[in-house]
């Protein structure tokens, strides 16, 4: 039960929400900050799938529709070719209200 209120939680967000962007979420908010290489290898997404994932999380989804506004993308300042995934204000909260639905 407590699981279901968790993914329900996301799709109160996005009712279309596929299961990948959810991992990816969680992912993000279990290692935040993270590399998207990092999640992509220990999510076993390729390089396509894991950008659309995270542009749905972030601000600006694909074909100008908004994002859920979760995650912010930013260079890696060491490495211009890397890109850091960490969640956003919102992305915070939502991160801290799962939390509390799992363990309270």
């Known amino acids: 039960f407590r699981l279901l209120t968790?993914?329900?939680?996301l799709?109160?967000?996005d009712r279309e929400v596929p299961g990948q962007v959810v991992s990816c979420?969680?992912?993000?908010?279990?290692h935040n900050p993270?590399?998207?290489e990092a999640l992509e290898e220990?999510?076993?997404?390729?390089?396509?799938?894991s950008s659309r994932n995270i542009d749905w999380l972030s601000k600006h989804h694909r074909l100008n529709k908004p994002g859920m506004d979760l995650v912010i993308k930013?260079?890696?300042?060491?490495?211009?070719?890397?890109?850091?995934?960490?969640?956003?204000p919102k992305g915070e909260d939502l991160a801290?209200?799962?939390k509390l639905d799992l363990y309270d």
């Open 34 to 36: 993270c590399h998207k």
């Open 74 to 88: 930013q260079r890696d300042p060491k490495n211009g070719r890397r890109l850091i995934l960490k969640l956003s």
């Open 42 to 49: 220990d999510l076993g997404f390729t390089t396509a799938s």
């Open 11 to 13: 799709r109160e967000l």
């Open 6 to 9: 968790v993914f329900e939680r």
């Open 25 to 30: 979420f969680l992912f993000i908010a279990s």
């Open 96 to 98: 801290k209200q799962l």
